[in-house]
């Protein structure tokens, strides 16, 4: 990530940012996040070292995020890119009352997900002879698939692991049910079907309805 974007943008923001500096400074908390808090600030003041600090602190963590949702070096690093790009244009909206890191993973997990619905819409046409839900299985695959926590990122994913534990448990029961033995019990459909005495088509439609829930809910989460 060369500091030649970054610098651009600062002479494309600077009155915008100069503006905000003073205002971020009196809501903004130091005290919580005191060594993120300078890093703001100083960045916002025109400081592309600061930001170049940031940056390095978690580009492998955005790399590694980016790479769990769109599977490949290259569109990861495009969207490591655009999100250091929109955290630049969005810092003065950072308010201290979240670790930045955490910040950041929101911003990443939103311009990966758009670079999905990019590439979806690029596919259009071959995806015209697949039904639709069958396309909605495959789409909401890539959400899920990205959001399983690991390891080593419990700690950064804990604000977002957290919401989507809670819109889980917000489900009705009989979707909940389902979608629980699915993605986290990983049984079959006629395992499921089998165990709740229920048809294929029917775990299918409570499925899909599940995650049509979860989809709407996860979204206005991570959309910033």
């Known amino acids: 990530m060369g500091s030649n974007e970054f610098r651009n943008e600062m002479i494309m923001n600077t009155q915008t940012h100069t503006q905000s500096v003073e205002q971020h400074d009196a809501i903004v908390d130091h005290t919580t996040y005191p060594e993120d808090a300078e890093l703001v600030t100083r960045s916002l003041n025109g400081d592309v070292a600061a930001f170049e600090e940031i940056v390095t602190a978690h580009q492998e963590t955005v790399f590694r995020v980016a790479m769990r949702f769109v599977k490949n070096e290259t569109d990861a690093n495009d969207v490591a890119q655009d999100a250091f790009l929109n955290a630049f244009r969005k810092l003065h909206t950072w308010k201290g009352n979240a670790a930045l890191g955490s910040w950041l993973y929101r911003i990443t997990v939103n311009t990966a997900l758009m670079r999905l619905r990019k590439n979806r819409r690029r596919s259009e046409v071959a995806l015209e002879g697949i039904n639709p839900a069958e396309q909605h299985e495959t789409e909401y ?5 990205a959001w399983h ?56 439609s409570r499925l899909h309805r599940a995650r049509l829930h979860l989809r709407a809910t996860l979204e206005r989460y991570v959309s910033i």
Not at 141 to 145: A, D, K, T
Not at 157 to 183: G, H, S, T
């Open 149 to 204: 926590p690991r390891g080593d990122e419990i700690v950064e994913n804990k604000e977002l692991r957290d919401q989507i534990l809670a819109a889980v448990e917000l489900l009705e029961p009989k979707y909940q049910k389902v979608f629980k033995m699915k993605e986290f019990e990983e049984m079959s459909l006629q395992d499921i079907a089998d165990e709740l005495d229920l048809s294929v088509p029917a775990v299918k």
């Open 141 to 145: 695959r890539e959400y899920v698939n």
